[in-house]
């Protein structure tokens, strides 16, 4: 049976803002298989 892999929900928001570049980061320097990130459309459609 293989590892389980955690991803960290909106980046590490146990210790940065969640959706924050800062989140992602430390989400990578600490282990993290992946992140799961929101996205959301602009005003313009982008």
């Known amino acids: 049976m293989s590892k ?3 991803v960290a929900h909106r980046g ?3 210790l ?3 959706n ?3 989140a992602f980061e ?3 320097q600490s282990g993290f298989w992946g ?3 929101d ?3 602009t005003i313009d459609g982008h």
């Open 39 to 41: 996205t959301y459309c």
């Open 4 to 6: 389980p892999k955690y």
């Open 26 to 28: 430390l989400a990578g």
């Open 20 to 22: 924050t570049i800062a």
């Open 12 to 14: 590490f928001s146990m």
């Open 35 to 37: 992140i799961e990130c």
């Open 16 to 18: 940065a803002p969640e």
